[in-house]
């Protein structure tokens, strides 16, 4: 299981490798307050540009708060970066995560196994309506070419999925690359939608796989309708009304992921070919 990690400087990304730094370490902690270690990792691997990759350690499922430390550049002194927080395992096929759910839920932390696994379902039902409403996948396949020769042999250009000779009708992005020392490299492309990277789907997953499991009969967190008030005497009940498309809180609609929806395309039919000799083109026959 690995992790992509983009180091922050300056309220920025940046890429301390050029000016001679380094990614050092990965240390994961039980709580925001980073006092107990769980475990550590490092030093990160260059993938390209300003991403290097840790390989993680082997823990159990929840939520980790991580600490990142780095040299911005040659000689200077090492930074933390304390803005992540990780929901492990990683790599499950899913834009979201059960600690994700959860927290929308106001559930405290950590999950039980039995409500990790209803989440998990939860949340692939909520997916699975995002995939067919925009007609694709959400999670890009991993494609792996080996010995390839790149148009441009400039590093900015070998970030570039153009500059490889690689073709897919999709979207594609090139993950990572390995210089094999004879002019050629084996190239990790990502091709497809990458669902997992966009804030509007793994907004819309995150919030209707908790509204489901709320309102679902015995489901994680299941409060059923929202009760605002009660009769003192309990003879009537008043309940919270949902907030309209629009207003602050409300669910968000599969309407505001139309941007991304797969658009088909359908020739127009042409109008039949005259027979020959009339035809201004003649077909032969083997």
Known sequence: ?????????????????PAGGQVTSLSL?????RT????????????????????????????YWATVAFTPSEGSQPVKDQSLRLDLPL?????????AVAGELGMPLPLTPEQ???????????????????????IPQLITRTALTPYQRGRQELEDAESWPF???????????????????????????????????????????????????GGVGAQGRRVSSVSAEGQSIS??????????????????????????????NRPARPPWPYSTTRYRRF
């Not at 993938?47 to 840790?54: D, P, S």
């Not at 790599?91 to 600690?99: F, Y």
């Open 1 to 17: 299981m690995t992790y992509d990690y983009r180091p922050m400087y300056g309220g920025a990304h940046y890429d301390p490798e």
């Open 29 to 33: 902690y039980d709580g925001p307050d």
């Open 36 to 63: 107990t270690l769980v475990a550590g990792t490092g030093p990160g691997v260059r993938l390209r540009a300003g991403v290097y990759r840790f390989a993680l350690p082997d823990v159990p499922p929840g939520r």
């Open 91 to 99: 790599g499950l096929g899913l834009v979201t995560s059960p600690e």
């Open 116 to 138: 990790r696994d209803d989440l998990l379902t939860a949340i692939r039902k909520a997916q699975a309506d995002v995939v067919a409403y925009l007609g694709q996948p959400v």
């Open 167 to 217: 073709e897919a009708d999709d979207l594609v992005q090139v993950s990572a690359y390995r210089d094999r020392g004879d002019g050629t490299y084996d190239v990790d492309f990502l091709v497809g939608f990458d669902g997992a990277a966009n804030d509007a789907v793994v907004r819309y997953v995150t919030t209707h796989a908790a509204e489901a499991e709320r309102l679902r009969p």
């Open 239 to 268: 309940y919270e009304s949902a907030p309209t498309t629009g207003q602050a809180g409300s669910l968000p609609e599969l309407s505001s992921l139309s941007r991304w929806k797969r658009r088909l395309f359908q020739p127009l």
